[in-house]
């Protein structure tokens, strides 16, 4: 990140910068890229990304493009491209984004969704966000033939697993191939 | 299951149904569903294909992985991996690229005044 | 010079405080309570009472001014509200409608 001075030269407003001292309590919205350095409590929502510095808190549902996080935040974030915990962050809520990384060191406690399962990532379903939405609300269920046919990476539909692979861990929602996104729910006869 | 030197590996051809436990260090590269509860480290590698509940002292991923995961150690999941399950453990690494979709519990220690 | 910068695309709606210097360049709408100075730029909209040790205006401001040491309205500045503050500089050119108390006492 550029330092403060040349920040505060910028007569552009291209990039917000929130001081260690300042306490912002409320509603923020914006089209820019913001750093925060301070304590910025209540609702986030940005159309460009936003950094939390080491000495930032950020007490907020976050709705942002990209995220990097090297201080606390306590809320959830919905990232449209990408979230990075980096080594001194630390977050407890939900992410939802279409790439996550988690650096070592880096502090988590919450829900993960990415969305997609199927084969290689193309920059488009990267961006496309509207289906992911809908991951959240679906209760754990999968359709196998969907399953195997993600997994398999573009081979023919192979048989559904035998019913015993279902009977361990509950497994998430998972999208089938080439649906771009769509989540099949389906209730699985055990 | 031989203690320290010895590393299990799974080929890649062979399906195990079933419980594994084992002290040494274990490699998959095939199919596994089930539970495993291992001492050591465990990898799945890319071709392998995990189904489990899953225990052990450190955890690497680079290939499929469904069920819960705690790891007394380390979970590391790498850009090729494609992971949903619970993740307990201390620390925690998702490379971009992987997949991941779950919840993870790791020890996050927040400033007094949040 | 200020640590502190509301981007022009930024919207704030609550409250902001701080030890420090702000500037805003977007919009404001709440309360500001600072320890040091506020800068309004020119295209700053704050829709707030301000309370704070200096305040420098070239945007638009609407809400009551506090300032314990010193206000001033530059040109092209719009301000409505009631100011209070011992020391007050309103330059040619700027627009300002509300009441002024020159605050003799130490805040």
Known sequence: ?190 | MAQGEQTGIIGKGITIRGNLTGGGDLVIEGRVEGQISLKNHLTIERTGHVEAEIRAEELTINGEASGNIDASSMVSISSSAKVAGDIKAPRVVIEDGAVFNGTIQMDVKLPDDI | ?107
Not at chain 1, 71 to 86: F, Q, R
Not at chain 1, 123 to 132: I, L, N, T
Not at chain 1, 156 to 171: D, F, I, K, T, W
């Open chain 1, 1 to 190: 990140m550029a330092n403060p001075k040349d920040l505060s030269v910028s007569a552009n407003g291209d990039n917000t910068v929130i001081g260690p001292s300042i306490v912002i309590n409320g509603k923020l919205t914006g089209d820019e890229d913001l750093t925060v350095r301070g304590r910025l409590e209540g609702e986030l929502a940005l159309t460009k990304t936003l950094i939390v510095e080491p000495s930032g808190i950020v007490k907020a549902n976050v709705s942002v493009k990209n995220a990097v996080i090297s201080g606390a935040v306590v809320g959830n974030v919905d990232a449209e491209e990408s979230i990075e915990l980096t080594k001194e962050g630390r977050m407890v809520g939900d992410i939802r984004s279409p790439r996550v990384i988690l650096v070592d060191g880096a502090s988590f406690k919450g829900r993960i969704d990415m969305g997609e399962v199927s084969g290689e990532r193309t920059a488009s379903e990267r961006g496309s966000r509207a289906p992911v939405r809908t991951v959240r609300s679906v209760p754990v269920a999968a359709r196998p033939g969907a399953n195997s046919r993600a997994r398999s990476e573009g081979k023919p539909p192979s048989p559904p697993p035998p019913p015993e692979s279902r009977s361990g861990a509950p497994l998430p929602p998972m999208v089938a191939a080439g649906s771009r996104r769509r989540v099949v729910v389906k209730k699985k006869a055990r």
């Open chain 3, 1 to 107: 010079m200020a640590n502190t910068v509301i981007g022009s695309s930024i919207i704030i709606d609550g409250e902001i405080s701080g030890d420090e210097d702000l500037v805003v360049q977007g919009t404001v709408k709440g309360k500001i309570l600072l320890k040091e100075s506020l800068y309004v730029e020119s295209s700053g909209v704050v829709e707030a009472d301000i309370e704070t040790q200096n305040v420098e205006v070239s945007g638009k401001v609407t809400g009551n001014i506090n300032a314990s040491d010193k206000v001033e309205l530059k040109t092209d500045c719009r301000v409505i509200g009631d100011i209070k503050a011992p020391r007050i500089l309103i330059a040619d050119g700027a627009s300002f409608k509300g009441n002024v108390d020159m605050d003799m006492k130490e805040r």
